[in-house]
C-alpha cells in the first residue's frame, strides 16, 4: 500500500506543481508570468498577473505538498481548489479531454480526495510525524474548502 501511495503522491503532486510553474514562468515550456496571465484574461478571469501568481503558487505549494505527503489534508484542499477552477473553465466542453474537457482537472480533485480520505501512507513527512492517516472526517473539511474555494475563487474573478 506504502508503495502504490508513494507512486500516486509523487506522480500527482509533480504533475500538478509543473503545471504551477508554467503558469509564471518560462521553465517547462511555460508561458512566463505574462502567458499565464494573458491564459486567464482569455478564460474570462479578472486580475491578470495577481491571478496567476495565486493559482501557480497554490499549484506548486499544493503539488509539492501533495508528493512530499506534507499536511496531506490542507495539501487535497489545494489541489481540489485549483482544479475545480480548472474544471469549471473546460465545463462547457464536456467531460473528454480531447475536446478540451475537464477530465483531467476532475480527476486530479479525485486524487487529492483519496489521499485526504486514505493519508499519504508511511513513506512521507506525514508518516514521518506520525500522521501517516489522517481521520476521516478531514476530508468533508478538505472537500468544502477546496470544491467550495474553487468555486468561489470562479464567482468573485470570473467576469460575466
Same mark, same amino acid.
Given at each position: 500500500?506504502?508503495?502504490?501511495?508513494?507512486?500516486? #503522491?509523487l506522480?500527482?503532486g509533480?504533475?500538478?506543481a509543473?503545471?504551477? %510553474?508554467?503558469?509564471?514562468? $518560462?521553465?517547462?515550456?511555460?508561458?512566463?508570468l505574462? +502567458?499565464?496571465?494573458?491564459? $486567464? #484574461?482569455? !478564460?474570462g $478571469? #479578472?486580475?491578470?498577473?495577481l491571478?496567476?501568481?495565486?493559482?501557480?503558487?497554490?499549484?506548486?505549494?499544493?503539488?509539492?505538498?501533495?508528493?512530499?505527503?506534507?499536511?496531506?489534508?490542507?495539501?487535497?484542499?489545494?489541489?481540489? +481548489?485549483?482544479?475545480?477552477?480548472?474544471?469549471?473553465?473546460?465545463?462547457?466542453?464536456?467531460?473528454?479531454?480531447?475536446? !478540451?474537457?475537464?477530465? $483531467?482537472?476532475f480527476?486530479?480533485?479525485?486524487?487529492?480526495?483519496?489521499?485526504?480520505?486514505?493519508?499519504?501512507?508511511?513513506?512521507? %513527512? !506525514?508518516?514521518?510525524?506520525?500522521l501517516?492517516?489522517? @481521520?476521516?472526517?478531514?476530508? @468533508?473539511v478538505?472537500?468544502?474548502a477546496?470544491?467550495?474555494?474553487?468555486?468561489?475563487? #470562479?464567482?468573485?474573478l470570473?467576469?460575466?
Open positions: 500500500m506504502n508503495t502504490g501511495l508513494l507512486l500516486l #503522491r506522480v500527482a509533480l504533475l500538478i509543473g503545471h504551477g %510553474v508554467q503558469k509564471v514562468s $518560462f521553465h517547462l515550456g511555460g508561458g512566463g505574462e +502567458g499565464g496571465s494573458a491564459e $486567464f #484574461r482569455g !478564460d $478571469f #479578472r486580475g491578470g498577473k491571478t496567476a501568481i495565486a493559482a501557480g503558487g497554490t499549484q506548486v505549494g499544493a503539488g509539492l505538498m501533495l508528493a512530499l505527503g506534507l499536511l496531506t489534508p490542507l495539501a487535497g484542499a489545494g489541489v481540489m +481548489g485549483v482544479m475545480t477552477v480548472a474544471l469549471t473553465v473546460k465545463w462547457p466542453h464536456g467531460l473528454w479531454v480531447q475536446h !478540451d474537457g475537464y477530465e $483531467f482537472p480527476v486530479l480533485i479525485v486524487i487529492g480526495a483519496a489521499l485526504t480520505a486514505t493519508g499519504p501512507g508511511q513513506w512521507s %513527512v !506525514d508518516g514521518a510525524l506520525g501517516a492517516q489522517w @481521520p476521516l472526517w478531514w476530508l @468533508p478538505a472537500l468544502v477546496g470544491v467550495g474555494g474553487g468555486l468561489a475563487t #470562479r464567482l468573485a470570473h467576469r460575466a
